[in-house]
T-cell receptor, first 117, second 109 residues
């Protein structure tokens, strides 16, 4: 069975600094997607970044980038130039196609990021 | 606006009652996924519907049920409510990635 592990329940970063959130997963599949979602105090779930497993190049979205290590099954999120608005709960998620042709998603337990002014 | 619509946004009800939460997926999305998120907890997958058919069940209580209608909107029915059912209930539809609705905050008193 696939699992997603976020080993850091909480992280803090100084404003304008860089922080890395860790995520590891376990799967025997070769074709899958990985995501990072952000949940700010408003509780809205917002897609931050996604990575296709078949792509070796790490995904980047402005200040957000990932370090995808497929062999190690690691998918960390780097936030550069942290801003107060980045304070949120961050969830790592894994997605694969099922035999029925739909998607199965598995979420990690989340990392709460605090940004210090 | 994510394109996924959930109503109502807030709901307060008494123990033992029954409520219905509604979700309309993004235009063109056939899948609806339901999740429960208790205070400061992660997302618990409840159930997945695809084009009107149930495709997967997660940790959904027998007191809870769902369906997806021909127009693809979905309803999550929660009955015999208990205090512990108080949570944020999200639905999501799936395209390039999950698109979540803004959630329904259920408070059972």
């Amino acid at each position: 069975a696939q699992t997603v592990t976020q080993s850091q329940p909480e992280m803090s970063v100084q404003e304008a600094e860089t922080v890395t959130l860790s995520c590891t997963y376990d799967t025997s599949e070769s074709d899958y997607y990985l995501f990072w979602y952000k949940q700010p105090p408003s509780r809205q779930m917002i897609l931050v970044i996604r990575q296709e497993a078949y792509k070796q190049q790490n995904a980047t979205e402005n200040r957000f980038s990932v370090n995808f290590q497929k062999a190690a099954k690691s998918f960390s999120l780097k936030i550069s130039d942290s801003q107060l608005g980045d304070a949120a709960m961050y969830f790592c998620a894994y997605r694969r196609m099922t035999s029925g042709g739909t998607y199965k998603y598995i979420f990690g337990t989340g990392t709460r990021l605090k940004v210090l002014a | 606006d994510s394109g996924v619509t959930q109503t109502p946004k807030h709901l307060i009800t008494a123990t033992g009652q029954r409520v219905t939460l509604r979700c309309s997926p993004r235009s063109g999305d056939l899948s609806v996924y339901w999740y429960q998120q208790s205070l400061d907890q992660g997302l618990q997958f409840l159930i997945h519907y695809y084009n009107g058919e149930e495709r997967a069940k997660g940790n959904i209580l027998e007191r809870f049920s769902a369906q997806q209608f021909p127009d693809l909107h979905s309803e999550l029915n929660l009955s015999s409510l208990e205090l512990g059912d108080s949570a944020l209930y999200f639905c999501a539809s799936s395209g390039r990635g999950y698109t979540f609705g803004s959630g329904t905050r259920l408070t059972v008193v």
